[in-house]
């Protein structure tokens, strides 16, 4: 009796200690990937709204730039030297250049927002591009662009400064100058967030070009609605 006793006390003991092993494997083993698994994929499916990644490390993540129609790769989009973050209107930024010279060192030849071509005359994605030239007898460096694009339907408008570091003009010289994201010479970033690329509306485009020590230039053009690829603008 004793002895079955002994044997049947054991078995229960250790038919319990199952029985709670297995109710705290389940708990484990359901916490476990949910340690392991679930919430790694819960933090990484998570991150991009709670922080997610940042380009640029304006501390806006990329996903919400895109919302605010912000640029992911610039810390301060309109360049008026606020961060993205603190920028109480950060897509637009209100013109620096006080240019008080009256000499025209330069003039623009054209100014394209479609339409446009590669150097073999083959065709390009639409970006903003200017064709400029020297026409004076001094070399040409320091340049700064200012550039309004306006929604002609809703008349809101983004405004954006960039100095443009490594262009410069020979005496005589013509050159292109583009504003897109390829990272080729002589092109400068602009925002994939902006009404250029997202807005389908007719936009207006208005740049100012600035060469340090000369009269700005300026040039308009009109970007058909829906990206349309009509006309020769
Ligand atoms: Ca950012
Ligand atoms: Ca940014
Ligand atoms: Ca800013």
New binding site residues.
């Given amino acids: 009796m004793s002895q079955k006793l002994i044997i049947l006390f054991i078995s229960v003991f250790l038919s319990s200690l199952l029985l709670a092993g297995c109710g705290s494997a389940t708990p484990a083993q359901s916490s476990q990937p949910a340690a392991n698994g679930q919430p790694t994929a819960a933090a990484s499916s998570s991150q991009p709204t709670a922080s997610g990644p940042d380009a640029d490390g304006d501390g806006i993540p990329d996903s919400a730039e895109k919302l605010l129609g912000t640029d992911p790769n610039n810390a301060?989009?309109?360049?008026?030297?606020?961060?993205?973050l603190v920028?109480k209107n950060?897509t637009f930024?209100d013109n620096p250049i006080t240019e008080t010279s009256t000499q025209a060192g330069f003039k623009i030849n054209s100014i394209l927002v479609e339409n446009n071509v590669d150097a073999t005359g083959g065709g390009a994605p639409d970006h903003l591009e200017l064709q400029v030239t020297n026409t004076g007898a001094t070399d040409l460096t320091n340049f700064d662009v200012y550039y309004t694009i306006t929604d002609l339907t809703t008349k809101g408008t983004q405004a954006t400064y960039r100095t443009l570091p490594g262009f410069s003009l020979k005496a005589g010289e013509t050159k292109a100058l583009h504003f897109d994201n390829t990272g080729a010479p002589d092109h400068f970033s602009i925002n994939p967030n902006s009404f250029y690329y997202t807005d389908p509306n007719q936009l207006q485009v208005d740049v100012m070009l600035h060469a340090a020590g000369f009269a700005p230039q300026t040039a308009s053009i009109k970007k058909d609605a829906s990206d349309a690829e009509t006309g020769t603008d």
Wanted: glycine share 16%; net charge negative.
């Fill in positions: 301060d989009t309109d360049g008026d030297g606020q961060n993205d920028d950060p930024a």
